[in-house]
């Protein structure tokens, strides 16, 4: 790419000293139009930092709490920037072709944002996936102390679910690898921040069953039975484990 009148004399001065934020004009806009005002490619940016739960220096050269004005945000040497591109070009794609025909649009209509799928972290995953993955490759402890450091930072804002849901998904997901162990590990959390949650102590009796330990098992699906009373399952399982079937 041939440099601009206004980067060679730039690159004439004192490279830092000149550098001021927000700058005069952009210089490498690639995929938002290159006429975009100053004033709204940073608006685009912040859109970014939050929907991402990242802050500038994730995608651009620059020192963290450092002013702006040190930072290259023209360079494209940091490897998230073009991720950021490739997504943004995803995200036209998606509200400009793929929404914009959807059939019978409901209004008004929906558009997707970063923050649609990113949800405050850089790389978006599910709480049940994220769990599962490191009980699978870590171990069922370290899966329990990432849930805990995340719920410290995370709790209460839209980024992971907490509810029992996620937890009671990864556990199954163990139990049905083979792992009976691990689940109660992982199920330990429900108990402890959702001790009223009816399929959570369901799952937690078919783990004890799984590792033999039969009365914690009856403790556990009578405690199922007694917050849902209409679950089935549970109630058939406690007549076989009690000799009643
Ligand atoms: C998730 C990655 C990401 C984050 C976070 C991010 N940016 Fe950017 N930034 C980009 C991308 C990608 C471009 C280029 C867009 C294009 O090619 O159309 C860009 C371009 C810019 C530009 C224009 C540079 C030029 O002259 O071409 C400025 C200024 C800028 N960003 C400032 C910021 C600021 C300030 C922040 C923090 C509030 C920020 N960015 C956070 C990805 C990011
Ligand atoms: C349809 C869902 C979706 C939308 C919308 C979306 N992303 Fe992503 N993005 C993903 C997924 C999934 C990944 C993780 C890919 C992987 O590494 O497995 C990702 C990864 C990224 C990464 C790489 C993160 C890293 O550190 O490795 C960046 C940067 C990024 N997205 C920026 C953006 C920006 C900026 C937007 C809005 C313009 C956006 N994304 C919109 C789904 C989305």
Redesign the pocket.
Known sequence: MRPSLALFALSLTAGPAVAQ???D????????PKDTP?RE??NT??G??IG?G???E???IGEAGEP?ST?D??SDDMP??????E??RMVQQINGKWLAELPKRGTPAVEVQ?VTCHRGQARPFMMEDLLAHVADSAGADAAVVRYRELRERFYGGFTYDFGPAPVISAAVSRLRAGSAPDALTLLALNAEYHPGDGPSAMVRGQAHLAVGDTTAAITQLERALELQPDNPQARRLLIRLKGGG
């Open positions: 934020f927000p700058p004009s952009t210089e490498n806009l690639q995929v938002l100053v490619v940073i940016m912040r970014f930092a991402l990242v802050r500038c994730h995608c651009h702006l930072f945000f023209v998230a920037k073009d991720k950021a591109r997504m943004l970063c």
